[in-house]
């Protein structure tokens, strides 16, 4: 019933954005409604045989919170024909869920135990870096980050996989060494202080957090790869500590980096001055050449407590980039406040299952894998949120499951389908114990 009410409630949406730009529902429109709903009830069927006792709210919000990108990038799609005369995306961007669910149906039928994932750590952590740092050697970038690898006319974001390879290396390299990391140190104020070798595996991602943000300019992947150690670290160790030297070393890195590194420091000087872009260019601070930043604080401040409404709004203004990192400011101006409150909220309960599911889970890998998958959902939320309402700068990454992009729409598919098969195990209840015929024979015997 909740699939069934995240699809009625994304149609109704798809029929809004039509009547209000147009008058009238488009030819066939009964036909696609249908086609598009087969899709999440194919899953629910996946779910309902190879994971029973999953999490029943999991898949219905991954449902509703891609249902809703559809929505959106099929009213971009209406306003940049009229003003850009691009193509429309919204048809390719059906054809990436149809493979997305495709996957997630796999995922959910092949991964029988989530356990044996942690087999593999050394084999899991190659391929991540591997992916992490295709980006480098791939020729060009877009929009100045290298972070697509181009195969032929095909091109893909490794990053959006990186984070699932990452999450469970650390999941089975923190099992391991949990009692090391949160045992040894010295106390220093109050504080825990790791020592030099256990120190060691935080510096080396960090440096490789901070490799990634300089070859590949790409500072949202360096901010979720390196924030996304930090954390399950903590939920490993329960030790502040290393909370504290993770956010000094960031900090120190992001600063270095931001002020030498041209495209890093350009997205900086946008956050820090998005409205000097509307002064002479002899005016501007060096490094400022998009107004993409204010256009997004505009559209924000348009659309007010409940928004224009669907297909009433000017989300063209913002440009490029309106499908992808900032398809959330088309939430901000056609839904209001109300409505990306909602959608946040959205994203925080697909979250708190997440981590539901580790608290209930009780073998030490599957809490520490479902606690970085909801992580890293969380930390990619925040940067591209944050970057777009101007709490950090902007990142370029897309928003999870509502931006366009099949990359990203797999990459999340299969981080649900991982959660559902934790969930499932963490829920399953525990077999009956077999009675043993000879002790109720003794029994009657002694009776």
Not at 407 to 428: E, F, H
Request: glycine content about 10%; hydrophobic content about 55%; overall charge positive.
């Amino acid at each position: 019933m909740l699939v069934l009410a995240a699809v009625l409630i994304c149609g109704y949406g798809y029929a809004e954005t039509e009547l209000a730009v147009r008058g009238a529902l488009p030819p066939g429109f009964a036909p696609r409604w249908a086609a598009a709903a087969a899709l999440p009830l194919a899953g629910h069927l996946a779910v309902r045989r190879f994971a029973p006792y999953a999490d029943p709210l999991i898949l219905p919000l991954a449902t509703l919170l891609s249902g809703l990108g559809l929505v959106l990038v099929h009213r971009l799609d209406i306003a940049y024909a009229a003003h850009y005369r691009s193509a429309a995306a919204a048809p390719g961007q059906m054809t990436w869920c149809a493979i997305a669910m495709a996957v997630f149906a796999a995922a959910v039928a092949v991964f029988r135990d989530h356990r044996r994932l942690q087999r593999y750590p050394y084999l899991t952590i190659t391929v991540g870096l591997v992916l992490l740092m295709a980006p480098a050697f791939s020729p060009g970038d877009v929009y100045g980050a290298k972070r697509w690898v181009f195969i032929g006319p095909l091109s893909f974001q490794p990053g959006e996989f990186v984070k699932i390879v990452i999450v469970v290396f650390f999941a089975g390299y923190l099992t391991l060494r949990r009692d090391a990391l949160a045992l040894s140190g010295r106390r220093v104020m109050g504080l825990y202080l790791p020592r030099g070798r256990q120190l060691g595996p935080v510096a080396a991602v960090w440096m490789l957090s901070l490799l990634v943000l300089v070859f590949e300019r790409d500072l949202g992947t360096s901010l979720i790869f390196f924030g996304l150690f930090v954390i399950m670290l903590y939920a490993a160790t329960e030790r502040t500590s290393w909370v504290l030297c993770g956010v000094l070393l960031f900090a120190v890195g992001a600063f270095v980096v931001g002020s030498f590194e041209p495209h890093v420091h350009g997205r900086v000087v946008a956050w820090l001055h998005p409205m000097d872009i509307y002064l002479p260019p002899a005016q501007r601070p060096a490094g400022l050449v998009s107004d993409q930043a204010a256009q997004a604080l505009f559209s924000f401040g348009s659309g007010g407590m409940l928004g224009s409404g669907l297909g009433q709004g000017h989300p063209e203004l913002i440009g490029f980039a309106g499908r992808s990192d900032f398809i959330l400011t088309t939430v901000g101006e056609e839904l209001g406040l109300t409505g990306v409150t909602v959608v946040l909220l959205l994203y925080a309960l697909l979250a708190e299952r997440g981590l539901r599911t580790a608290v209930t889970v009780t073998d030490p890998f599957g809490k520490l894998l479902a606690a970085g998958l909801a992580t890293s959902l969380v930390l990619q939320v925040f940067v591209v949120a944050g970057g777009v309402t101007g709490l950090i700068p902007l990142t370029g990454k897309a928003l999870p499951f509502l931006a366009q992009g099949g990359s990203s729409m797999v990459a999340n598919w299969l981080l649900v389908a991982l959660l559902i098969k934790v969930s499932d195990t963490a829920r399953r209840p525990a077999p009956a114990t077999a009675t043993d015929p000879s002790a109720a024979q003794t029994q009657l015997v002694r009776t």
